[in-house]
Structures are given as structure tokens and as C-alpha cells.
């Protein structure tokens, strides 16, 4: 019985296919995936710090593995391990805190703590996938307190690697051919491409520059190298994603932009779908690459652009790049390129000083935007930003704040439906997903549509088949279809 891993993210896209690509060296390195955390030898927690909540819920998280699984070796990573990493070494069973700024020897790491792990249980090891790498201890044993910035010593035995320096990252791109597996319920059927990191926007309520690092760019070829791998095991979309996407290409040797880049990828997936994207890196250009004849073998017809609030002053306050009338002017670009688009955005409530007139102006704008959905956020003050200070002085009350988050969700739940209405009796481009045998019992495969709309599809398919749809009705917060004439052809 070899060592078992098991990897938990939380957090966005781009966090979640780290953890991807770490699960996937794992599995290189001979370790065998767990049932689950209660299961694994080595549990590697992969943390986000973007809310005070997401510190809570990591927190949650490694004490409930420690309790039902205390002989496992806890390693925690991510954006909050690299925010705090003393905070973090201080919870009961951590052994290793590795911020962003090591992650790439997450890897190298886990192995010997597996190792250890299997050994004190009696399973058996594989001297040659993991005893003899002796790289990790040399790593363990010289980090020691490596970041610690609290008081006095660092917790004993527990292995610190945080800097903010970031001279360690290696932005890769994870073995997508590994990731990927149609068949397979523990992977992907529509894998992340990951293919920048970092920000240096400094948005005034924002931590994720100190958590992430500069702009880092994966160079183009390797981005097609992992592209080619995942449509030569049989992919169907790819999504394309970054900590700030659209600043792709700008700090390579030769600089190149996201255009550049979605114009090569292009050449080599039968579907790509871009995530998130900043509104002023919506170019003319980028745009030019979406056509109605593509919508199958192309683009995903689906744009999301973070707005946080449609409020001039509040705009000015978190130190966006952009205006209400920049971001309406791209959405309605968007929207005449792309007439049957999820557009998106992501909007924070309750920010300093969002007085209730400041919120009906942002209420307001957004009612009058095309936007299908949103992703909606209570604002929360992390440490070490501008708008912590700010917060002290100027906060929203939570009932308050609770308030206008209902607001909006109701607002959205109105444009998401009329949205969906519009497509019955239509036929829509989408790829069948991982179903459950419950699903199936009852007669019909999940599948996502071409612009990004959950898809109830009657019949038995395997996952990443890519087909059209013929819409019948709007079922729950998706649509409900058959398959299309087109795809029986």
C-alpha cells in the first residue's frame, strides 16, 4: 500500500488548478490519491485570505483534519499561508506552512511527510517514489522559521517557507493530460489552464498583491505545449485563467498580450472559455477573436468583467482603473459582438463609506447593465491595505450591508431568468460533465452551454461529449434541453 495524499481548495479558479497541479506531481511522484482527508497520509490545504471569512473557513478546515485524521501531516499553502504564515503554524497539527512564494516545492515536500506518515501506520512504501528523495529534508531542515514574523521562536517542528520576495515561485503549467480525464470522477472535465500570476493593480481593499506576488507570465510556448497535451488526450474546452489575466504576455522577454495568446490557443483546443478579465483589458482586438461561426469550435460565448461597485466615488476609493461609463462602454462592445453571452461581474457590498445614496447610484447602474449574473461579496478589511484604515473609520453596519446584498441577488435572480427564458426553443453549443449514478438513474446528464449556462440534458451521455442542444425549458436556476437534430447527424 503506497502513501495516499489528498489535496482541499478553496478559493478562486486560478487557486484551485495550483492545487490541480500539485495533486498531479503528486501522482508523479508515485503517491496514490485518498478517499478523502480522513483517508490521506499527508492532507495539503491550499488557502485563500481574500476575506476574513476564507481565513475562517481554512482555519475550520485544518482543525476538523485534525481531529478526524490526527495522524495525518498537515501541509497548508496558498494566498493565507503566505498573508500569515506564524498565524497559521500555530494550529494544532500543521506540520509545514509553504506560502505562494514556495509552492513550487510543495511537491518535493509532501513525499517524505507521506513517507513518514505510511510508515508509522505499517503500510508499505515504495523505496524508489519516495525514501530516496532526499531534497525535502534538506528543505525542511534548513526553512526552519524561514517568513516566521511573529514574536519569539516559531512553533516547534513545524516548517515555515514565506518570504516577500517570491524569488521561488515557478509558474508552470500543470500536466493537463494528468489532470484531465473524462472517465476519471476525481479530475476534470474542463480543466484550468493557469497561465499568469500576480497583480500590481493595488486596488486599496485588495491583499492578493502581497499574497501573489508581481505579474508573472507563463511563456507562450508552454502554454501551447500544456494545450496541445490536453486536446491530444481528447479535450473538449479548456478555461483559460489568471490572478489578472488580461495582463498576460506583458512581462515576457518579448511582450505579447492575451490576445496574442487566445489567437495561438486557438490553433490547438476544439473550445477555450476565458475567465475573469479586467474591464480595460477588454480590447478591440480580444473582441475581433469572438464570432457567431465559432461559437462550437471557438470561444465560449461568456465574458466576466470584475466591476465591484457602480459608483463613481466608490470607484475612486478601492483605486479601480476605470469609471461607470468605461465599464458600461464595454459591456455594450461586448454585448453587440456577442448578443447571447453570460456576462458577468463580481460586485463588493458594504465597502467604507457606501452611504445609501452611494448604493442606489450603484444599484442603479448595475440594473442597466446587460449583466446575466453575479458573483457578490461583503466587503471585508484585510490587513496591510489601504482600505483597512478606512474601514475603522467609515464601516457599513452588517444589517445593513445584508440588506443590499438581497437587493442584488434578487435584482440578478430577475436578469438571470429572462436571460434563460430567451433561449427556449433554441439550440445552444454545450459539453456534457461528470453526472452522478443518482443523475443518470433518473435519466439525464449535466452538461454546461457554450454561454455558460447549467444544462439539464435528457439521456445517458458520457462526459466531455460536445454537442447541441435543443432548449425546452428553464428548470431551476438552468435550462432543461434534448439533444439537437444537428448533433444526431
Given at each position: 500500500?503506497?502513501?495516499?495524499?489528498?489535496?482541499?481548495?478553496?478559493?478562486?479558479?486560478?487557486?484551485?488548478?495550483?492545487?490541480?497541479?500539485?495533486?498531479?506531481?503528486?501522482?508523479?511522484?508515485?503517491?496514490?490519491?485518498?478517499?478523502?482527508?480522513?483517508?490521506?497520509?499527508?492532507?495539503?490545504?491550499?488557502?485563500?485570505?481574500?476575506?476574513?471569512?476564507?481565513?475562517r473557513t481554512a482555519r475550520a478546515f485544518i482543525r476538523r483534519v485534525q481531529r478526524k485524521n490526527p495522524n495525518a501531516r498537515i501541509v497548508v499553502?496558498?494566498?493565507?499561508?503566505?498573508?500569515?504564515?506564524?498565524?497559521?503554524?500555530?494550529?494544532?497539527?500543521?506540520?509545514?506552512?509553504?506560502?505562494?512564494?514556495?509552492?513550487?516545492?510543495?511537491?518535493?515536500?509532501?513525499?517524505?511527510?507521506a513517507a513518514e506518515a505510511a510508515l508509522a501506520r505499517g503500510s508499505f512504501v515504495p523505496v524508489n517514489s519516495l525514501l530516496s528523495r532526499q531534497a525535502p529534508a534538506k528543505i525542511l531542515a534548513q526553512s526552519q522559521g524561514a517568513g516566521w514574523s511573529g514574536a519569539g521562536d516559531p512553533p516547534s517542528g513545524v516548517a515555515i517557507l514565506a518570504d516577500q520576495v517570491f524569488a521561488h515561485t515557478l509558474l508552470a503549467a500543470a500536466p493537463l493530460e494528468a489532470v484531465f480525464d473524462h472517465a476519471s470522477s476525481?479530475?476534470?472535465?474542463?480543466?484550468?489552464?493557469?497561465?499568469?500570476?500576480?497583480?500590481?493593480?493595488?486596488?486599496?481593499?485588495?491583499?492578493?498583491?502581497?499574497t501573489r506576488g508581481p505579474s508573472r507570465s507563463l511563456p507562450l510556448e508552454e502554454c501551447l505545449r500544456a494545450a496541445r497535451a490536453f486536446a491530444?488526450?481528447?479535450?473538449?474546452?479548456?478555461?483559460?485563467?489568471?490572478?489578472?489575466l488580461g495582463r498576460w504576455g506583458r512581462d515576457l522577454s518579448r511582450p505579447l498580450t492575451l490576445k496574442d495568446l487566445v489567437e495561438n490557443l486557438l490553433?490547438?483546443?476544439?473550445?477555450?472559455?476565458?475567465?475573469?478579465?479586467?474591464?480595460?483589458?477588454?480590447?478591440?482586438?480580444?473582441?475581433?477573436?469572438?464570432?457567431?461561426?465559432?461559437?462550437?469550435?471557438?470561444?465560449?460565448?461568456?465574458?466576466?468583467?470584475?466591476?465591484?461597485?457602480?459608483?463613481?466615488?466608490?470607484?475612486?476609493?478601492?483605486?479601480r482603473r476605470y469609471r461607470p461609463w468605461h465599464y458600461a462602454e464595454k459591456l455594450r462592445a461586448i454585448r453587440e459582438r456577442l448578443p447571447y453571452a453570460a456576462i458577468g461581474a463580481d460586485v463588493m457590498v458594504g465597502f467604507p463609506g457606501e452611504s445609501d445614496a452611494l448604493f442606489e447610484e450603484s444599484f442603479a447602474f448595475i440594473e442597466s447593465q446587460p449583466l446575466t449574473y453575479l458573483h457578490l461579496f461583503p466587503f471585508s478589511a484585510r490587513p496591510q491595505t489601504a482600505a483597512w484604515e478606512l474601514a475603522q473609520k467609515s464601516p457599513v453596519?452588517?444589517?445593513?450591508?445584508?440588506?443590499?446584498?438581497?437587493?442584488?441577488?434578487?435584482?440578478?435572480?430577475?436578469?438571470?431568468?429572462?436571460?434563460?427564458?430567451?433561449?427556449?426553443?433554441?439550440?445552444?453549443?454545450?459539453?456534457?460533465?461528470?453526472?452522478?449514478?443518482?443523475?443518470?438513474?433518473?435519466?439525464?446528464?449535466?452538461?454546461?452551454?457554450?454561454?455558460?449556462?447549467?444544462?439539464?440534458?435528457?439521456?445517458?451521455?458520457?462526459?466531455?461529449?460536445?454537442?447541441?442542444?435543443?432548449?425546452?425549458?428553464?428548470?431551476?436556476?438552468?435550462?432543461?434541453?434534448?439533444?439537437?437534430?444537428?448533433?444526431?447527424?
Open positions: 500500500m503506497v502513501a495516499e495524499y489528498h489535496v482541499e481548495n478553496f478559493g478562486c479558479r486560478a487557486s484551485r488548478a495550483d492545487g490541480e497541479a500539485i495533486a498531479a506531481e503528486l501522482r508523479g511522484r508515485g503517491l496514490m490519491p485518498a478517499a478523502g482527508p480522513a483517508q490521506a497520509d499527508v492532507v495539503v490545504i491550499n488557502t485563500c485570505s481574500v476575506t476574513a471569512q476564507a481565513d499553502t496558498g494566498c493565507y499561508a503566505q498573508r500569515a504564515p506564524g498565524e497559521v503554524a500555530a494550529l494544532k497539527g500543521v506540520h509545514a506552512v509553504v506560502g505562494n512564494s514556495h509552492k513550487a516545492l510543495v511537491s518535493e515536500i509532501v513525499p517524505e511527510l476525481s479530475r476534470q472535465t474542463r480543466p484550468t489552464l493557469k497561465v499568469q500570476d500576480g497583480c500590481g493593480n493595488r486596488c486599496s481593499f485588495c491583499v492578493i498583491p502581497q491530444a488526450a481528447g479535450g473538449q474546452e479548456l478555461v483559460l485563467s489568471g490572478i489578472n490553433l490547438e483546443v476544439p473550445r477555450l472559455r476565458l475567465s475573469s478579465i479586467e474591464p480595460m483589458d477588454w480590447t478591440p482586438e480580444l473582441l475581433e477573436l469572438f464570432s457567431a461561426e465559432q461559437s462550437l469550435h471557438g470561444l465560449a460565448h461568456h465574458a466576466h468583467l470584475p466591476l465591484q461597485s457602480g459608483s463613481d466615488a466608490i470607484l475612486r476609493a478601492m483605486h453596519p452588517p444589517a445593513r450591508v445584508d440588506e443590499r446584498m438581497q437587493r442584488l441577488r434578487r435584482l440578478v435572480e430577475a436578469k438571470s431568468l429572462a436571460f434563460r427564458q430567451s433561449f427556449v426553443g433554441r439550440d445552444l453549443p454545450a459539453i456534457t460533465l461528470k453526472t452522478s449514478d443518482q443523475e443518470r438513474q433518473q435519466g439525464f446528464t449535466r452538461a454546461l452551454t457554450g454561454n455558460f449556462l447549467d444544462l439539464r440534458l435528457t439521456g445517458i451521455f458520457d462526459s466531455n461529449q460536445s454537442l447541441w442542444a435543443a432548449i425546452t425549458r428553464v428548470e431551476g436556476e438552468g435550462l432543461a434541453g434534448e439533444i439537437a437534430a444537428r448533433s444526431r447527424k
